[in-house]
């Protein structure tokens, strides 16, 4: 598509994670939905054979097409998604051009909204429209995101924010098969159950957490390969829980714990999808509380590491779950040990909970969401 002389305007959205919390990077299940908030791009080609990114409030920088090999001192930068996603597409016989893209965003960097994953997904969507007509599938744009996560940026994320956020409106996501994973769309409409769903900022840093993020994977991914298997689907459940004792003189406790909980979160996933559409939302809730519990006693991603007097995720859990009073639900939002909650709050409560949660953390710390079907997407 020729569009030096037109300027294009792309957009993808940020997600939410619904229940299946760390059980993505083990090939589990997970309920994500997209959301209203949103990165979006003005593009336009050049002729420079690089692509320039101008985001608003972050210096432009640049990426050359002619050196797409992986650079190590851009991981942990947004170059490192541009030459990843860049990489994924000529690895697949596109032919790019440069281009300039000026970005905005709603989906705040460190909300737990996944604005990294939108970000590749953006990239992805425009790359896939202007220079490889349409030929990638929502689902391989995500895998492509992840690729260039994984070994790009150096974050061993799993699929499920690239999936969520390019497929859009809410799914069931199942990667036992990762290269061909189950999709499918949950027809629920939030608007009509008597509930908002609100992300809370507990205004705990994501800096310098990659290696507890890390652990969670590798702890995991360990004990699997005690049985031979490389991730935990692929374990037998009651085998694992036959060989306890070894696994605990083997592995640690920790290790033990979270693989418990993600055999339990893995199936809570497939039973909250069943609630949803069977139209029980009070079923919903209960697990939803349940994962919470079981993201914070037995995954225990909620505190970092040492950390005594800053215990903001689990300061902010506490309180929100005391403020709805035995309604609604709470629990961790995303990687977890800093970031976000996510709550369902009883529309007639959202008030009273929004102005106790901001007292405590923050003016603007509760974001009132809702779902949005589309995923990424050209716009004009």
Not at 313 to 336: M, S
Request: with cysteine; glycine share 8%; net charge negative.
């Amino acid at each position: 598509m020729n569009v030096k002389e037109n300027t294009l305007l792309f957009s993808a959205p940020g997600r939410t994670e619904l229940s299946g919390n760390h059980t993505d990077h083990q090939r589990g299940c997970v309920l994500a939905a997209a959301v209203d908030l949103e990165i979006t791009a003005q593009v336009s080609c050049n002729d420079s054979n690089e692509i320039r990114i101008y985001s608003q409030g972050y210096a432009p920088f640049s990426v050359s097409l002619s050196s797409l090999d992986m650079q190590e001192n851009e991981r942990n930068t947004s170059a490192a998604l541009v030459r990843g996603m860049a990489k994924a597409f000529t690895q697949r016989g596109a032919v790019l051009q440069g281009f300039d893209a000026r970005v905005q965003s709603s989906v705040l960097p460190g909300s737990g909204l996944s604005s990294s994953a939108a970000f590749e997904v953006l990239l992805g969507t425009i790359m896939n429209e202007l220079f490889f007509d349409s030929r990638c599938t929502p689902v391989e744009i995500a895998q492509m995101g992840q690729w260039a996560e994984n070994h790009y940026f150096g974050k061993p994320c799993g699929l499920m924010d690239q999936m969520a956020s390019s497929v859009g409106g809410m799914v069931f996501l199942d990667f036992y098969h990762p290269d061909q994973p189950y999709v499918e769309s949950i027809p629920f409409d939030f608007a009509s159950s008597g509930y908002c769903l609100c992300i809370i900022d507990s205004g705990a840093d994501h800096a310098d957490l990659t290696d507890e993020y890390a652990a969670i994977p590798r702890e995991m991914s360990a004990v699997a390969g005690y049985f031979g298997k490389s991730v935990l689907r692929e374990v037998e459940e009651e085998l694992f829980y036959r060989h306890l004792p070894q696994l605990r003189k083997e592995y640690g406790d920790r290790a033990v714990l979270r693989c418990i909980h993600f055999f339990d979160e893995n199936r809570r996933v497939r039973l909250q999808a069943l609630a949803l559409k069977k139209n029980d939302f009070h079923a919903f809730l209960h697990l939803t509380n349940e994962s919470g519990q079981s993201s914070w006693q037995l995954l225990q991603n909620i505190t970092p590491c040492g950390a005594a007097a800053h215990q903001e995720l689990a300061l902010a859990l506490t309180v929100a779950r005391k403020q709805l009073a035995g309604r609604g639900a709470v629990r961790v939002h995303g990687g977890g040990f800093a970031g976000t909650i996510q709550a369902f709050v009883p529309q007639d409560q959202l008030e009273d909970f929004r102005s106790t949660m901001e007292a405590l953390l923050g003016q603007g710390c509760c974001h009132v969401l809702s779902i949005r079907p589309q995923g990424g997407m050209q716009i004009s």
